[in-house]
């Protein structure tokens, strides 16, 4: 079926069920990570979600649990996956069951914030492959339900981000529970030293694969800056979004749950159909919020850092940024989310004065300019210090004169240091 890629060493019930997925060939990451991993060799992977790094490492995991058929100990599974969010952990048993499905391989997804009643039967019907986040795995293991004296396959997905949310102590509680002989795959989008060190105390020889954060999937999106005063960021997205009705699926990112909070207060306000996802969320309210959003109910998805680790919805129209994410590698994380797997998509980042610094790192890490579209009512920022706001005059440029006013129309240098700004043109400003 797929004799010319690396899906063809795949077993005949995974193939058929990548078929049914509409995969017709691998991404780079997969093209790179499944034949080491066919091969038994422990992986160190750097990528982001977004480049199809799910299938890169389940498919090979399912397919030597295929392959190696062993009988079914309850209790015991032959497979981990580790989760730093919920959301991830839905995502990755959904495509546990699809590449499974005409495998017959029972899984179990054990995730706090609901009852582990449904996640106990899973596991005692035999779940061979477990994914899980480590506070509900932890609570199944004291309570002698889980036991992972037999696990063959180890994951450790986005360990930057298990680190950021300070599960340190609980992932290596759980490696210690791990028998030593086994297979170890280690994902993280940034590789920062004390990741490198927890990779370094988990993997043996490993292989290693990087997809850089500009891989064609990100380079498909639209990138644009926006310049805009803080104070005019919400009536800003208001009127993109009365701008662009053909956008029914947009995610907002802001830094804080509040922020995300304020921004779907004030939507919903003005009848745009919006919800948020956070950790201050219940998993109730986060999985009606994705599930009204995957339906298209939900026009606009308004969410933090953490909780979009796992969002993987198709057709999303564009990415919002309400402020610059503080760690820069977020920054593709979030734009990700947009353009999955080949499709291309738009990102539009609102930039204030304060965060040209951050604007400047992000991009440096991805290597290229952001355009800055001005082509909306709310651009110019006279609240802004003008003396900092003014980027000093290469030699030969003027860039003394007077007034910042927003009726002032002087050619000016943007904070980014090369385009040329003409303040006042707009009718911009504080309204
Ligand atoms: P991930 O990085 O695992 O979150 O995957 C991102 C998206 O790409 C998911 O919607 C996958 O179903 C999809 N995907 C993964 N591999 C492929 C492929 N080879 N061809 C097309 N889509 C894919």
């Known amino acids: 079926m797929f004799e010319n890629t690396v899906f063809g060493r795949l077993d005949q019930k995974l193939q058929h069920a990548i078929k049914d997925a509409g995969y017709e060939t691998p991404t780079p990451i997969q093209e790179k990570a499944i034949p080491y991993l066919l091969d038994g060799r422990d992986l160190i992977g750097c990528a982001q979600t977004g480049t199809g790094k799910t299938a890169a490492f389940m498919l090979p995991i399912l397919n030597h649990l295929v392959r190696e058929r062993k009988p079914r100990r309850i209790g015991h599974p032959r497979a981990l996956v580790l989760s730093p969010t919920r959301e991830l952990a839905v995502q990755t048993a959904e495509n546990v069951k699809r590449y499974s499905k005409y495998a017959q391989l029972p899984f179990a997804c054990l995730i706090g914030g609901v009852s582990q009643h449904g996640q106990v039967k899973d596991v005692k019907k035999g779940a061979e492959t477990v994914v899980a986040c480590p506070g509900r795995l932890i609570d199944l293991m004291n309570q002698g339900i889980l036991y992972l004296d037999q696990v063959e396959c180890f994951v450790l997905d986005e360990a930057d981000r298990m680190l950021d949310m300070g599960?340190?102590?609980?992932?290596?509680?759980?490696?210690?529970?791990?028998?030593?002989?086994?297979?170890?795959?280690?994902?993280?989008?940034?590789?920062?030293?004390?990741?490198?060190?927890?990779?370094?105390?988990?993997?043996?020889?490993?292989?290693?694969?990087?997809?850089?954060?500009?891989?064609?999937?990100?380079?498909?999106?639209?990138?644009?800056?926006?310049?805009?005063?803080?104070?005019?960021?919400?009536?800003?997205?208001?009127?993109?979004?009365?701008?662009?009705?053909?956008?029914?699926?947009?995610?907002?990112?802001?830094?804080?749950?509040?922020?995300?909070?304020?921004?779907?207060?004030?939507?919903?306000?003005?009848?745009?159909?919006?919800?948020?996802?956070?950790?201050?969320?219940?998993?109730?309210?986060?999985?009606?919020?994705?599930?009204?959003?995957?339906?298209?109910?939900?026009?606009?998805?308004?969410?933090?850092?953490?909780?979009?680790?796992?969002?993987?919805?198709?057709?999303?129209?564009?990415?919002?940024?309400?402020?610059?994410?503080?760690?820069t590698e977020s920054y593709v994380h979030r734009i990700g989310r947009t353009a999955r797997a080949g499709e291309s998509g738009a990102a539009i980042s609102f930039v204030t004065y304060e965060e040209r610094g951050q604007l400047k790192a992000i991009e440096r890490l991805i290597r290229k300019s952001i355009p800055v579209d001005r082509d909306h009512p709310f651009e110019a920022q006279p609240d802004l210090p003008q003396p900092a706001w003014v980027a000093p005059a290469r030699s030969g440029q003027n860039n003394k004169g007077g007034g910042h006013g927003p009726h002032g129309k002087r050619r000016r240098k943007s904070f980014a240091g090369r385009r040329q700004v003409d303040f006042g043109q707009k009718g911009g400003g504080r309204r």
């Open 167 to 327: 599960f340190l102590p609980d992932i290596k509680r759980i490696i210690s529970k791990l028998p030593k002989s086994r297979q170890s795959l280690f994902f993280s989008a940034t590789m920062p030293p004390p990741v490198l060190k927890l990779a370094g105390e988990l993997v043996h020889d490993p292989a290693s694969v990087t997809i850089s954060p500009e891989t064609p999937t990100v380079e498909k999106i639209n990138q644009k800056v926006m310049f805009v005063a803080k104070s005019q960021k919400d009536a800003l997205l208001a009127h993109l979004l009365e701008q662009h009705p053909e956008w029914n699926r947009v995610i907002v990112f802001t830094k804080m749950r509040h922020g995300a909070d304020r921004v779907v207060k004030k939507l919903s306000r003005a009848g745009i159909n919006c919800a948020a996802i956070h950790s201050d969320k219940t998993q109730g309210q986060r999985t009606r919020a994705l599930d009204g959003f995957r339906r298209g109910d939900v026009r606009v998805l308004v969410a933090t850092d953490i909780a979009s680790r796992g969002i993987d919805v198709p057709d999303i129209s564009c990415v919002v940024n309400m402020e610059l994410p503080l760690e």
